[in-house]
């Protein structure tokens, strides 16, 4: 029997002294440079966000977590973590998600993760999708966790390592969203 994701109606609880907001172009800056830290070969390029970002309507949706006593304090935000929804009629991808290293392990992913699944049954998706390195084991245990199953697996999908990837899915209970 399939799994079902539980569908919040926004943002879980996030650990004090964060906030997740609307991913803007004034982070790409930053959202890039932990990108290229977190995903090196597989990185995108600023490029590459900009545009997303510049196609920003209903078919994607991105988000930042940033830390807000660094924005007190220092006058400036400080991200810890992102992530990205792409929509299409009645499915959606996980088009990416990460959490600062030393940000990790507090629930982060699992909020962004949340507010991505929550947005997408919000639009009506029936389905969210997503591709994970076959070795990522912390990634692989927050999609199960959130009730992704895997379905596929495409051999060397990953480049220039050659690493394959898992297709996990999740089906989107709508009757967990307020109307
Ligand atoms: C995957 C990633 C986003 C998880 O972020 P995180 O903020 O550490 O995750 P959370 O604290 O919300 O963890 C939620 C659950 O995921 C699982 N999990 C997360 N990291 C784990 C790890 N290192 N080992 C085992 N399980 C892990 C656990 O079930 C955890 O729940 P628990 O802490 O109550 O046990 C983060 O490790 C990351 O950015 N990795 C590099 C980028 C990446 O791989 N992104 C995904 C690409 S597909």
Redesign the pocket.
């Known amino acids: 029997m399939s799994s079902v994701a539980s569908c919040p109606s926004g943002v879980s609880a996030l650990p004090e002294g964060m906030r997740l907001r609307r991913m803007r172009w004034w982070d790409l800056p930053e959202v890039s440079a932990l990108d290229g830290a ?2 090196r070969a597989q990185a995108w390029s600023l490029a590459t966000f900009w545009s997303e970002l510049a196609g920003v309507d209903e078919t994607r949706h991105y988000i930042v977590v940033e830390q807000v006593e660094q924005v007190e304090q220092v006058g400036g935000a400080r991200l810890v ?1 992102y ?1 990205g929804l792409l929509l299409s009629a009645g499915s959606a991808d ?1 088009a ?6 030393e ?11 949340q507010e991505l699944l929550g947005h997408a049954a919000l639009r009506g998706v029936a389905q969210v999708m ?4 076959v070795g ?11 009730g992704f199953e895997v379905i596929s697996r495409r051999r060397g999908y990953y480049q220039p390592s050659g690493e394959d990837a898992l297709i996990m899915r999740a089906r989107l209970d709508r009757s967990l969203v307020p109307r």
């Open positions: 977190l995903f973590g992530g996980v990416t998600l990460g959490v600062a290293p940000a990790r392990r507090r629930g982060l992913g699992r909020a962004l993760l997503l591709e994970v390195a990522n084991a912390p990634a692989i245990a927050l999609y199960r966790r959130a």
